[in-house]
């Protein structure tokens, strides 16, 4: 299934213990991060899948995981009978979600991906933070997700159905085969996710894309095949926030060989997120300037990498659990010792700003302030930059807008500051 045991056989240098997923824990104030990023992508590598012997499918992964995506502030078109993202109805109040996750199947054969709305359901199911996974509760959450018509319009390869018991349903069997990895995904898996806030046109071509990728194979004649290689699950969610101008775009169906040598791993790719977030500094005016692709799409969307909400959480799998063997492991493909994944993301894990909301939130105030405070003049960037302030008349263009891009976000922080100040305050992790 997609890239449930995708490097499985792969000569990995990891170890394959189960990994703690208890820290950083659930992002903290949701109602407060939603109110000051209403339109984020949430990366999230999750664990292999583990299925107990004796109930339902006999289902398993290997120690590489699974990518899936979520993006806040968006919903699905129900009215499309195919998993369609669309901008949200604003009349739909009463049970307006609050985004969407999607996730690409092997499975499919009309698809690239399948979503469901509301992140409690698409990470939870049914199921209540911290509540057990019982067999009635499982099924409870297959039950929700056909309700829903998760695969309304979805065909899935025929081998798919190889071992589906003669008493259940094709339709049954499609819940069954996937739950856990298409939705509800902590019912088998732990995750550990990035959220990365975009503009509302960022969010627009992140829909687009995924759109688009599901067009080619609707009303065929072209069938989807996943290949680990040449176009997995993580190459999707890449090449989503490709769209989005976050980082250059992952090609897919590369020659063979060309494709094993480089090709995105879930964990790996989580870590890769952070990395471009802190790659180009906000507060280095000029290496934004110089940087093509930072600098495009700044112009583009005032929009920059390195910005307050960029934040990691994890989930472990619901436990006790009566249905998935609950020790897991999610491996980096790197050098335990000497490779730069573990030591980044081990980093990343021991600051409270790339996981805390409001450390997040202070650490960009005080960001802010200094940039405004150091500000020289564009005289100075003249006298002491002549050929970088004068090259077509871009830079002063570019100072202006960026002064006012850093303005706008203090103001923005503060406003988010100001309502966790005056609401009850989380519980510090």
């Known amino acids: 299934m997609a890239c449930a045991g995708l490097l499985a056989g792969t000569a990995l240098l990891a170890a394959c213990a189960p990994t703690n997923f208890n820290h950083p824990g659930q992002v903290s104030r949701p109602d407060v991060y939603n109110q000051a990023f209403p339109y984020y992508a949430e990366l999230c590598a999750v664990s292999q899948i583990s299925k107990k012997p004796g109930f339902g499918a006999d289902i398993s992964g290997g120690a590489g995981g699974h990518a899936v995506m979520f993006l806040g502030g968006v919903c699905l078109d129900r009215k499309a009978g195919y998993p369609v993202l669309t901008e949200c109805d604003a009349t739909r109040t009463a049970d307006r979600p609050d985004g969407v996750g999607f996730s690409m199947n ?248 790339y996981y805390d909301l409001r450390t997040n939130l202070e650490y960009f105030a005080g960001r802010y302030a200094r940039i405004m405070q150091d500000r020289q003049p564009l005289s100075w960037w003249q006298a002491h930059h002549p050929a970088l302030a004068r090259e077509s008349g871009a830079f002063p263009a570019f100072y202006q807008r960026y002064y006012d891009y850093i303005a706008a976000q203090q103001a923005k922080v503060q406003q988010a500051l100001d309502l966790l100040h005056t609401t009850e305050a989380p519980t510090s992790r």
């Open 106 to 353: 092997s499975h499919y054969s009309n698809a690239n991906w399948t979503g469901a709305e509301s992140s409690a359901f698409y990470f939870d199911g049914t199921l209540a933070p911290g509540q057990g996974l019982t067999r009635a509760g499982y099924v409870a959450t297959q039950d929700e997700a056909k309700r829903r018509g998760i695969y309304d319009g979805v065909i899935f390869h025929k081998e798919v159905f190889n071992g589906k018991p003669a008493n259940m349903s094709a339709v049954d069997w499609k819940y069954e085969m996937s739950v856990g990895t298409d939705y509800a995904t902590t019912l088998g898996r732990a995750r550990f996710c990035a959220r990365l806030p975009v503009t509302a046109p960022q969010m627009r071509k992140i829909m687009d894309f995924l759109n688009e990728r599901n067009a080619v194979y609707r009303n065929g004649p072209k069938t989807y095949d996943s290949n680990v290689l040449q176009d997995n699950c993580n190459h999707l969610t890449h090449n989503a926030l490709a769209a989005a101008g976050f980082w250059s775009e992952w090609p897919i169906n590369r020659f063979v060989v060309l494709a094993a040598l480089s090709f995105p791993v879930p964990k790996n790719e989580l870590v890769n997120l952070i990395h471009r977030t802190d790659a180009v500094p906000v507060d280095n005016i000029q290496a934004i300037f110089n940087d093509k692709l930072t600098y495009q799409t700044f112009m583009q969307y005032d929009w920059l990498a390195d910005e307050p909400g960029v934040l990691l959480e994890s989930e472990p799998v619901h436990t006790p659990n009566e249905v998935y063997n609950t020790s897991l492991s999610l491996i980096f493909y790197d050098d335990p010792v000497l490779g730069s994944y573990h030591r980044n993301f081990a980093h990343y894990l021991k600051n409270a700003h």
